[in-house]
């Protein structure tokens, strides 16, 4: 089993949050898999089912950001899963708007969620990375993250989330290169 993580911040005024990317991410994966509703479990809401042959189990933490690593450390107690059976989908910075890049292990880069995670269950997990871009400056970052998507955004987001999911198979069977390569591929037609 792998447990597969969205982070963003509860409740319906930060639905279209940058910073709730890594929640789309869950929902639209779990859309398109035909997981099962959400149950409310370990401090958020999961979604057991499979992509391809692997079972996975969505979770999208009810705490808030900066509190994440403790619903995810709850989930890998119960199932007896490490730090390397998760995979984490968040907003980045450091990366222009709609770009993917896929890593392991790292700091958190004044990432909330990450730094969350880090202190419950160490840094040896695996990161996709959605980019919001930076505002240019660091007094405008926050006003930024925790901003709505703008409206010219949200054709490129359901095309950017949508393709997340078709290639996600690939994350399932550990093929990180494969899921950058065919993403890549997918969002150049």
Avoid at 96 to 112: D, E, I, L, T
């Amino acid at each position: 089993m792998q447990l597969w993580v969205g982070l963003g911040n509860p409740g319906p005024q930060y639905a279209m949050h940058r910073h709730n990317v890594g929640f789309m991410a869950a929902d639209v994966i779990a859309d398109f898999y035909d997981f099962p509703a959400p149950a409310k479990k370990f401090q958020g809401w999961v979604q057991e089912g499979r992509i391809g042959s692997q079972r996975i189990l969505l979770l999208k933490p009810a705490t808030f950001m900066n509190e994440s690593g403790r619903s995810v450390r709850a989930a890998l107690d119960f199932y007896k899963l490490t730090p390397q059976d998760v995979t984490v989908f968040y907003d980045e910075l450091d990366l222009v708007p709609m770009q993917v890049k896929v890593k392991r292990g790292g700091g958190a880069a004044g990432h909330n969620g990450i730094r969350s995670m880090i202190q419950h269950i160490g840094e040896d997990f695996r990161r996709v990375r959605i980019g919001i871009g930076h505002p240019g400056h660091k007094d405008r970052v926050t006003g930024h993250v925790l901003g709505n998507y703008h409206k010219s955004e949200t054709e490129p987001l359901i095309d950017l989330l949508g393709a997340i999911a078709a290639e996600a198979k690939w994350l399932a069977d550990g093929d990180d290169v494969r899921f950058a390569s065919d993403l890549a591929l997918r969002l150049q037609g």
